[in-house]
């Protein structure tokens, strides 16, 4: 946590997650029946956590360049918060946000932009909070961090956070611990292709439906009976990290203070491999403006993703954090639409995000691929 505070220059909170962090932001900041303004490609469990929190998560169009709000067609004066995505490191407009919102909430999720900046100004410190994550950049397979101004507010969250933590137990800390250290094995082995077959035989994978959870309309109904309330939407809001809200014991925080000081480390091969990455004409067009910016993935934008993602799986390279399709179109009864819903779809359709640390890996198929036939419409 150390890291983040000399970062940010802010106060922190540790946390079990950045899903927990999240939540504990929206309500610190947000009163249930408020209108968020968010990204419709983001984390399934993103949305629940708005939800939980008893807000009405409306819509904002996309940028086709990088994935994330186009604030040059956002009406901020509708809505009464922020939620930014900075969507695989790439930085939403945070300076514009914040500047247009006096007055108002901005909450940036910082999961994918640990080491994303704006000018000098790290993301993460333009808001009410930053909420980082500790299992994206680190690897750490758990952990977050909950980065906010006033001291008044940090005891606040902690009162709110200890109220929300569910027991925990050394053998669930040895076991995520041991998972997220066969996972960097795997990777750094050449071992992704049978350590995927066995996550998916043990059921260590989240059944979906494409690439989102179920969403369970009607038990999601119920849920929203009690909002604002977050153990009710446990079964939405844990997808792949069970033990979202579950406190953590020594092993497990060594362990995540490890993984956050290996960061630095890893910095020179994510920037090159952005830069590799950026040279490819299926790159979006944000990451050749942000190429400095040692991004958590590179988003590509092709032609024909599936095939791709099972040829990278065949060489060894696994594909994540795919968002599709958008929040909208996922869940239209639970959301406000998008006013101009067809750029967001052509992004979840078409993008393949890629892991700049192990770019050389992936460039052999990477190179080979095509960009859409069409662009947005």
Known sequence: MRLVEERTGRRCLALPSNRLGLYLALRHWCEPGQRL??????????LFLVLAAGLRPVIAPLSPRDGNIDVSRVDL????????????????????LSGKMSGKILIEDVAHAMETSVGDRPLGTFGQAGVFSLSKHPGAGSGGVLAVEHESDLRALQRARDALLAPGSLRADLTGVATSMARQV????????????????????EEREGYRISLEPEAL??????????PPFDPWVRADLHDYRARRGRVARWY??????????????????????AELPTVAPAVRDNVRQPLFRVPLLVRDRDAAIAELERRGVATGYLYDPPYDDYAPAFTEPSPDPGPARWWARHVLPVDPVYAARALPVLRDLEPPTRGPS
């Open 37 to 46: 303004l968010m990204s419709p490609i983001s984390a399934d469990e993103i």
């Open 77 to 96: 004066a509708a809505v009464d918060a922020v939620l930014t995505t900075n969507l695989y490191g790439l930085p939403d407009d945070a300076p514009f």
């Open 186 to 205: 795997a990777l750094r082995l050449d071992l992704v292709r049978p350590a995927l077959r066995l996550m998916r035989a043990l059921g260590m994978q």
């Open 221 to 230: 109904k119920q849920a929203l009976e009690r909002i604002p309330e977050l």
């Open 256 to 277: 995540q203070s490890r993984r956050l000081a290996k960061v630095a480390a890893d910095r020179g091969r994510r920037l090159a491999g952005v830069a590799a990455l």
